[in-house]
């Protein structure tokens, strides 16, 4: 399979950044310990930790309204009457515009009503939203999706990467669905604090100085859990990853299918396995990717995996920094400076934070999740340069704008619900950090092993927190398949949100049918970032083909700079290179995606359209389409000398005021056009 056709990438650059990063996530901490997600990456957030995991054997035991013995009783006892879908036009608040003039599929969305309390079916419901990219042609089923979280938005990650998916899976013959879990956004979301608090207490001074600091920590560490139970109360316990699953099968059922395939990203691996589980004979095809599996941790490294696994991506990024000066900003010529330099600037805005020009502070908590959240993905790296170097200079935005995008902060000052939704998920599930018998032993181990992304961490912090939550310790449910469906795992070598052991270990919990792939790249979520693992995951869930063995695949290799391309004349009007990294990463225009370069103008979209038209290119450049591909976003393709497309985007003011590219907001400065110049695999 090929990927990253000029058609394609036009609309994957733009939604590049809410794909499988899941994103989102806050610290990995002890408090806040992140299994995104992305938006995934995902591209966006979470917060929180902890209860109690139970023995192995206990493969679907869940208490209260969970409580389950085996798959079959499962869906005998728990099938509401649901009825069928109604499809219609999804709202414009939620799904953008379809791009003109391009041949991609339209997205309709649905609601589903299912039980609070599976227990009492005809009792309290939840409203599920729901989206799909219809199949085309014979339709031979439906694939689910989770993007991580927990609380990340299904419904999103569909559509803004769901055309992409589609074509590059492969999966015309099906209906794509995605869908936001119960207790986020449009699925009756957890509303426990306000926008106001989350601004306040997202980015408390974790070396507090005064009382005032002191009480605002002492706030965030359990403000979302109290507010939470209060605003909730015993009805927490039925937003468990079971229930989800459940949910699940009640979508199955109303799509009309016998069996269902699965794509899973991050925590959505988890809710994926679970639904395995539970409901065996319904899984026709699963893809696991960058998977998680939290039930077999010691307690040691419930707290140390994530953690570890951050450090280790931070100390690549510093050694590509120091190697690659032209994309990073903030090299200093070796990685121990580098990281020295970090250290020096987290230090200083822990003694004299930033005031960004919202009047919000900058501190070295806002520095360390933005760090935290650029590890997600080595395309954001040149953006953590570029930011920490504008940082040294007095300027915040750019920390601050990752660190938003991290916390799942929109540009309106408004925030998703999985801040709330991502801690009730964990705890309702069981899938939490028990409290240690030796806090301290711990905690000198943390600061051994990850001396940099322990620094939010006290002894004080290393506990469950669930308590505050739930009435009684939830149970786990472990992973335990023992279907026949093809089940592709994967795990990344250097995936610091999901290190690689707990891919190995779901594999084996996922049985015989069960394939593990490891990828020896950077970063979480490798579904549309990788050609390797696309194609595997799209030969699955297409074709019910897995790999003869397992498998591992290397990073895409990088586009590098055409020869032709320093021949191409700069128009009048249109300014030299500019460096502007994180325009560049919000498109999703990685090395592996394409060579890209990013100019400003004050000239209108038609005159630089015409200024990158007629002489200016050359016999040798051959204008092929030229479309609104986004609002305000204009697009025009030439094929290229060397198999290439050169594909020139206009962004104007106004394209930065829009949904679709509220990530890139601040970027590029007032009053300016944007234009990028990219050179792309044909």
């Avoid at 953590?384 to 991290?406: T, V």
């Avoid at 505050?468 to 398949?481: K, N, R, S």
């Avoid at 084996?508 to 579904?527: A, K, L, P, T, Y």
């Amino acid at each position: 399979m090929r990927r990253r056709s000029a058609t394609l990438l036009a609309v994957t650059l733009a939604v590049a950044a809410a794909v499988p990063a899941c994103a989102s996530g806050s610290n990995p901490s002890a408090e806040r310990s992140e299994v995104i997600d992305d938006t995934t990456a995902t591209d966006s957030t979470d917060v929180t930790d902890s209860t109690d995991v139970t023995d192995s054997t206990d493969s679907t035991d869940v208490t209260d309204s969970t409580d389950v013995t085996d798959s079959t009783d499962v869906t005998d006892s728990t099938d509401p009457d649901i009825g069928s879908l109604t499809w219609s036009t999804c709202s414009e608040d939620d799904v953008p515009p379809a791009p003109e003039g391009l041949p991609t599929p339209v997205p309709e969305c649905s609601t589903l009503s299912v039980p609070l309390d599976y227990d009492e079916p005809d009792g309290e419901q939840i409203e599920l939203a729901l989206i799909r990219f219809g199949a085309t042609g014979d339709r031979e089923g439906a694939v689910l999706t989770n993007p991580g979280g927990p609380g990340g938005s299904g419904l999103e990650f569909i559509a803004n990467g769901g055309s992409s998916l589609v074509t590059e899976l492969g999966l015309s013959g099906f209906d794509l669905v995605g869908f936001d879990p119960r207790g986020v956004d449009r699925s009756g979301g957890l509303d426990c604090v306000d926008d106001a608090w989350l601004d306040e207490h997202t980015n408390p001074d974790y070396t507090p100085d005064d009382q005032r600091e002191k009480q605002l920590l002492e706030e965030a560490r359990a403000g979302v859990y109290a507010a939470c139970k209060a605003e909730y109360g015993a009805s927490l316990v039925h937003y468990s990853t079971a229930n989800t699953a459940r949910d699940m099968d009640a979508i199955r059922e109303a799509l009309g299918d016998e069996q269902v395939s699965y794509l899973g990203i991050s925590y959505g691996t988890y809710l994926g396995a679970v639904y395995a589980t539970l409901f065996p004979e319904r899984v026709r095809a699963m893809v696991l990717d960058s998977s998680y599996e939290p039930v077999d941790d010691t307690v040691e490294q419930q707290y140390t995996t994530q953690l570890v696994g951050f450090e280790g991506a931070f100390d690549n990024w510093a050694q590509w920094c120091a190697d690659d000066a032209d994309r990073c900003l903030f090299s200093d010529g070796d990685a121990d400076l580098v990281a020295a330099r970090w250290d020096d600037l987290s230090d200083a805005l822990d003694r004299e934070p930033l005031t960004a020009q919202d009047g919000r502070e900058v501190n070295q908590a806002t520095l360390l999740n933005a760090t935290i959240g650029a590890m997600y993905s080595d395309a954001s790296w040149p953006d953590l340069g570029a930011s920490l170097q504008q940082a040294e200079g007095g300027d915040p935005a750019g920390l601050l704008r990752m660190s938003d995008r991290f916390a799942s902060r929109n540009a309106d000052g408004t925030y998703s619900t999985i801040n709330e939704s991502g801690p009730v998920v964990r705890c309702a599930s069981g899938i939490v950090q028990e409290t240690p018998d030796d806090p301290e032993a711990i905690f000198d181990e943390l600061r051994e092993v990850a001396p940099r992304f322990s620094r939010d961490i006290r002894p004080e912090d290393l506990r469950n927190g669930c308590d505050q939550l739930l009435d009684a310790p939830a149970e786990v449910v472990v992973p335990d398949y023992d279907g026949e469906a093809p089940i592709l795992v994967t795990g990344g070598l250097n995936d610091p949100a999901t290190p690689l052991r707990w891919a190995e270990e779901l594999d084996e919990r996922m049985g015989g049918s069960s394939v593990f792939v490891q990828f020896n790249g950077e970063g979480h979520g490798q579904v549309l970032s990788s050609d390797c693992i696309t194609e595997m995951e799209g030969a699955v869930l297409a074709d019910l083909e897995l790999p003869d063995e397992v498998a591992e695949c290397e990073p895409d290799p990088e586009v590098e700079k055409p020869e032709w391309w320093d021949g191409i004349d700069t128009p009048e009007g249109i300014s030299d290179v500019e460096v502007l990294p994180a325009l560049l990463s919000a498109l999703g225009l990685s090395p592996a995606t394409g060579y890209g370069e990013v100019r400003l103008t004050e000239l209108s979209v038609a005159e630089v359209q015409d200024a990158y038209g007629g002489d200016t290119l050359g016999e040798d450049f051959v204008k092929v389409a030229e479309t609104e591909i986004l609002t305000d976003v204009y697009a025009t393709y030439f094929t290229a000398p060397d198999d290439l497309i050169f594909l020139v985007l206009v962004m104007p003011p106004a394209a930065f005021e829009t949904k679709e590219l509220e990530s890139a907001r601040g970027i590029v400065p007032d009053g300016q056009t944007a234009v990028v110049l990219a050179a792309i695999s044909a």
